[in-house]
């Protein structure tokens, strides 16, 4: 069984960029969640994708997009980037959608200068 | 108020040792509960889901309270190995599930 796995583990951009994570789920998972998980914090959650569409979404601005490909792999899109965009990008992917019982991939460490 | 809290410690131990922490919600349609183990510069990995009943996993046992809105995670003969920050998770349904993290609970076993 493949686990989850993100692309790039780290990624240097500078403000008003824009910058695009990649995610693949674990095998036989069909919804996807992205957090943000700034130092000394818990995971932020931005939003859920389950089979291709958006599925809940946290106070995050628009400026976060997302999205999920037939294979259930998922990107995420974040533009004019801003400092307080530095953090831990993590992606999750669970089978049981019912209880949500997450997986959590290595994340992405987005430094914003 | 937060919508999960929790106490972020840190909880300093000795190994062998029994420890609790607590993890509080505010929204009482919150649905499925869970703690997750979060090492040092690590992703989070699932350590138990909450039911109401109570569940154990060998040492681990988990417990929800829905009147008082509150999960306990209980550790029974610590571990080195079970230093770790610890999430407790609350998702919340309404259509799609909206899961919350709390801040997480820094616990330090040592020798």
């Known amino acids: 069984e493949t686990g989850v796995t993100q692309s790039p583990t780290h990624l240097i951009k500078t403000r008003g960029q824009q910058v695009t994570l990649r995610c693949s789920s674990q095998s036989g998972h069909n919804t996807v969640s992205w957090y943000q998980q700034a130092l000394g914090q818990g995971p932020q959650f931005i939003f859920q994708?389950?089979?291709?569409?958006?599925?809940g979404r946290g106070n995050f601005p628009p400026r976060f997009s997302g999205l999920q490909f037939p294979n259930y792999s998922s990107e995420l899109n974040v533009n004019a980037l801003e400092l307080d965009d530095s953090a831990l990008y993590l992606c999750?992917?669970?089978?049981?959608?019912?209880?949500?019982?997450?997986?959590f991939g290595p994340g992405t460490r987005l430094t914003v200068l | 108020r937060k919508e999960v809290e929790q106490d972020p410690g840190p909880f300093n131990v000795p190994e062998g040792a029994t420890v609790a922490f607590n993890c509080t919600y505010s929204n009482s349609a919150s649905q499925s509960f869970f703690w997750y183990r979060q090492d040092c510069r690590k992703e989070p990995k699932l350590l138990m889901s909450?039911?109401?009943s109570g569940n154990e996993d060998g040492r681990f046992t988990a417990q929800l309270n829905r009147a008082s809105q509150y999960i306990s995670l209980l550790i029974r003969d610590s571990k080195l190995s079970d230093s770790a920050t610890y999430l407790c998770v609350v998702n919340r349904s309404g259509g799609s599930y909206i899961p919350t993290f709390g801040r997480g609970t820094s616990l330090i076993v040592h020798p």
């Open positions: 994708y389950y089979r291709e569409e958006e599925n």
């Open positions: 909450v039911y109401s």
């Open positions: 999750a992917s669970s089978g049981k959608r019912e209880r949500n019982e997450q997986f």
